[in-house]
């Protein structure tokens, strides 16, 4: 046993949280932060540009995710493992599971066949799903997804253990640590069916969170209630057609567990299903639940104070204090001693004055503005345009530089900071060149 735990912590890398300020305020981690870190995680987990840009900023915040890549001729599975030690001795694992953006993907790659789902070892979970004879009295599940689960979690071996055993053997030796597993489409439908086997090999389900979103049905009635302790929560998007497809393809899959539901924004209707869309709808909630000043003290070194205006066009106006929000967070992990204004003067004069007034060395100003373009597919593009300048504290221009992103594949808030990541080089070179 000792062996397998060292070995299990050699695999799982110690992480500082993203949410730093999360953790500051108190131990247990509300919903609404937890579903906030899990989306930004399950953004990360995809290959795209903009999950290679979330595993980014989640490492210069301080998160170290692990890469998993599991293959085989029935699946190609992909996760992501992140380990928090926390005050008394205590582990918050993550797990990120990539999923699918499209139910055409999940159709053409996995059959949706029930299998039986039993068994306590990784040998007896094949057995079962091998066995022909079965009843809709017991726990049947979609075929495809329990063979990506076993492929990824119950199949190859590290010094003749899957990681499945691993993460259980870990969870079981101490069982007041906690695992968090989330995935978005595919990858939250193996998220539930990876808790429930973690179940089954012991782990009491008080010690597992799973946070889905828009992940369709994985099993029968009989697996439902089963495992319906399991601290599941699904989180929906109104017009997504993917959390429900398989109930309308195939009859007798249940969804459970807690649902929280989101409605996407004037405008980002198009993202329904897409993880942005979902990353987007959680980040509002989240702020309209935070105050505004909760991570964002400059501490004993302020360096950089920070002006950040948004000038939208309708409808997507509303979407403005948003953004100046999750601009400010973001660039509160990149940049040392960040004093965030609460009131944005009108002039670089006053900006400047502000600067000194907080001990500041430089402002940074940031102002966003959004151009309407031409009708596509229904909706309407916008080009999300940042000018980003530096000031010293006599109010000098030090540095300007521009920034455009088109909302086609995500929405004017992502847009946004896609924008602040971009001009990130040139930004810390100009904050950096004096130090």
């Known amino acids: 046993m000792e062996k397998k735990l060292r070995l299990v912590r050699a695999v799982l890398l110690a992480v500082c949280i993203f949410l730093t300020g999360i953790m500051q305020r108190a131990e247990a981690v509300s919903t609404i932060e937890q579903d906030y870190m899990c989306a930004w995680l399950s953004l990360a987990s995809y290959n795209d540009r903009l999950g290679q840009i979330a595993r980014s900023e989640l490492a210069a915040a301080g998160?170290?995710?692990?890469?998993?890549?599991?293959?085989?001729?029935?699946?190609?599975?992909?996760?992501?493992?992140?380990?928090?030690?926390?005050?008394?001795?205590?582990?918050?694992?993550?797990?990120?599971i990539m999923g699918t953006s499209t139910w055409k993907d999940i159709e053409n790659d996995l059959s949706l066949t029930k299998i039986p789902?039993?068994?306590?070892?990784?040998?007896?979970?094949?057995?079962?799903?091998?066995?022909?004879?079965?009843?809709?009295?017991?726990?049947?599940?979609?075929?495809?997804f329990n063979t990506y689960t076993q492929t990824a979690f119950f199949t190859n071996k590290i010094n003749g253990w899957t990681m499945g055993e691993l993460l259980c053997d870990e969870l079981l030796a101490h069982p007041e640590s906690r695992i968090c597993i989330t995935g978005h489409s595919l990858g939250g439908?193996?998220?539930?069916?990876?808790?429930?086997?973690?179940?089954?090999?012991?782990?009491?389900?008080?010690?597992?969170?799973?946070?889905?979103?828009?992940?369709?049905a994985v099993g029968n009635d009989?697996?439902?209630?089963?495992?319906?302790?399991?601290?599941?929560?699904?989180?929906?998007?109104?017009?997504?057609?993917?959390?429900?497809?398989?109930?309308?393809?195939?009859?007798?899959?249940?969804?459970?567990?807690?649902?929280?539901?989101?409605?996407?924004?004037?405008?980002?209707?198009?993202?329904?299903?897409?993880?942005?869309?979902?990353?987007?709808?959680?980040?509002?909630e989240y702020y309209d639940t935070i105050p505004a000043d909760f991570t964002l003290a400059p501490g004993d070194s302020p360096r950089v104070f920070l002006a950040v205006s948004a000038g939208f066009d309708e409808p997507v106006a509303g979407d403005a204090p948003y953004l100046a929000r999750a601009a400010a967070e973001l660039l509160s992990h990149q940049i040392d001693g960040l004093v965030v204004g609460s009131e944005v003067p009108d002039t670089f004069a006053g900006i400047a004055a502000?600067?000194?007034?907080?001990?500041?060395?430089?402002?940074?100003?940031?102002?966003?503005?959004?151009?309407?373009?031409?009708?596509?597919?229904?909706?309407?593009d916008y080009e999300v345009m940042l000018t980003e300048t530096v000031l010293d504290t006599k109010g000098n221009v030090v540095s300007v530089q521009q920034m455009t992103t088109s909302t086609k594949r995500m929405p004017v808030v992502l847009a946004g900071l896609y924008n602040t990541v971009a001009g990130k080089e040139m930004r810390e070179a100009v904050l950096n060149a004096s130090e």
């Open 63 to 96: 998160w170290n995710m692990e890469p998993f890549h599991e293959k085989n001729v029935k699946a190609d599975t992909q996760f992501y493992l992140v380990r928090q030690d926390q005050p008394g001795g205590k582990a918050q694992y993550m797990l990120s």
């Open 189 to 216: 439908a193996v998220s539930v069916l990876l808790a429930a086997r973690l179940v089954d090999m012991g782990v009491p389900a008080e010690q597992i969170d799973v946070v889905t979103f828009g992940a369709p």
């Open 117 to 144: 789902f039993g068994g306590k070892t990784p040998e007896e979970f094949a057995a079962e799903a091998a066995r022909t004879t079965m009843t809709a009295k017991e726990p049947l599940v979609h075929s495809g």
């Open 354 to 380: 502000a600067a000194r007034a907080n001990g500041c060395r430089y402002a940074l100003v940031q102002q966003y503005e959004t151009e309407r373009q031409r009708e596509s597919r229904g909706y309407h």
């Open 222 to 284: 009989a697996f439902a209630k089963k495992f319906e302790k399991l601290n599941v929560r699904r989180v929906t998007m109104s017009g997504d057609p993917v959390k429900a497809v398989l109930q309308s393809l195939r009859s007798g899959y249940t969804q459970f567990g807690e649902k929280r539901k989101l409605t996407a924004p004037k405008g980002s209707e198009r993202e329904a299903h897409a993880m942005v869309g979902y990353v987007d709808g959680i980040m509002r």
